[in-house]
C-alpha cells in the first residue's frame, strides 16, 4: 500500500512568517510531486508541482524535495491570511496519484 | 481554458437509493479520474479512465458504484445502492497523461445520505 503521510496540523503561524509544511511517501518509485491548496468547502488546486531533487521556486511558495530521504516540503513565505486552508501533499508513479491527509493551515492576523 | 465541469452540486438521498454524477474534463485532456473524499481525508482514487477505457478501478467498490467514458470525453459515476458511508465529495479531474502529470479538479458533488 503507497502511503503519503503528512503533519497532522493543524498549524498557525502569525501573519508574515514562513509557514513549513512536510511530507513523507513509502514508494521509492515515485516520480512526480504535488502540492494542493483545498480552501473549506472547495476543491484542490494545484499550487506547486516538483519533479527532480532540490528547491523550485514561485513566488511566495518553494517545493523542496529529497528522493533519498522520501521526503517533500512546502515552505511559503511572508503567510497572508489568505493561504489559510488545507494544503495537500500528492505522490505520482506511472500508475497513480495518491494524496496525504492534508495539513490544516491557519493564518494569524 | 475552461475547467473541469461536474454536476450537480449538490446532492441529497436516502441510503438504498441511487444516484449518478456527471463529469466533463478539460478539453483535450485524455485521462480523467473519479476521486472520493471524506470530510478531514485526502481524495481517495476511485477510478481513472485513459480515452475511454479503464487504467485503474482497484479501489472502486465495484458492488455499488459504476463508472463510464463511452466516447472518451464526458464520464458518469453511479452509486446503486447507496450506504451512509459513501456520504462524501465525488471529485473529478483529468490530465494530459499518466498520474505523473498535474491533474486538475472539478468543484466535485457534496453527497450526503439520509
Known amino acids: 500500500q503507497k502511503e503519503v503521510e503528512q503533519n497532522s496540523g493543524p498549524l498557525s503561524v502569525p501573519e508574515g512568517a514562513i509557514a513549513s509544511l512536510n511530507c513523507t511517501y513509502s514508494?521509492?518509485?515515485?516520480?512526480?510531486f504535488f502540492w494542493y491548496r483545498q480552501y473549506s468547502g472547495k476543491s484542490p488546486e494545484l499550487i506547486m508541482s516538483?519533479?527532480?531533487?532540490g528547491d523550485k521556486e514561485d513566488g511566495r511558495f518553494t517545493a523542496q524535495l529529497n528522493k533519498a530521504s522520501q521526503y517533500v516540503s512546502l515552505l511559503i513565505r511572508d503567510s497572508q491570511p489568505s493561504d489559510s486552508a488545507t494544503y495537500l501533499c500528492?505522490?505520482?508513479?506511472?500508475?497513480?496519484?495518491?494524496f496525504g491527509s492534508g495539513t490544516q493551515l491557519t493564518v494569524l492576523p | 481554458e475552461a475547467g473541469v465541469a461536474q454536476s450537480p452540486r449538490y446532492k441529497i438521498i436516502e441510503k438504498r437509493q441511487s444516484v449518478a454524477f456527471w463529469c466533463n474534463p478539460i478539453?483535450?485532456?485524455?485521462?480523467l479520474y473519479w476521486y472520493q473524499q471524506i470530510l478531514g481525508q485526502g481524495p481517495k482514487l476511485l477510478i481513472q479512465?485513459?480515452?475511454?477505457?479503464?487504467?485503474?478501478d482497484s479501489q472502486l467498490p465495484k458492488d455499488r458504484f459504476s463508472a463510464e467514458r463511452l466516447k472518451g470525453v464526458d464520464s458518469t459515476l453511479k452509486i446503486q445502492p447507496a450506504k451512509l458511508e459513501d456520504s462524501a465529495v465525488y471529485l473529478c479531474?483529468?490530465?494530459?497523461?499518466?498520474?505523473?502529470?498535474?491533474?486538475?479538479f472539478g468543484d466535485g458533488t457534496r453527497l450526503s445520505i439520509l
Open positions: 478539453s483535450g485532456h485524455a485521462t
Open positions: 516538483i519533479y527532480s531533487n
Open positions: 500528492a505522490v505520482g508513479s506511472a500508475r497513480q496519484l495518491t
Open positions: 514508494d521509492r518509485g515515485s516520480q512526480s
Open positions: 479512465f485513459q480515452n475511454n477505457g479503464v487504467v485503474d
Open positions: 479531474a483529468s490530465s494530459s497523461g499518466t498520474p505523473q502529470q498535474p491533474q486538475h
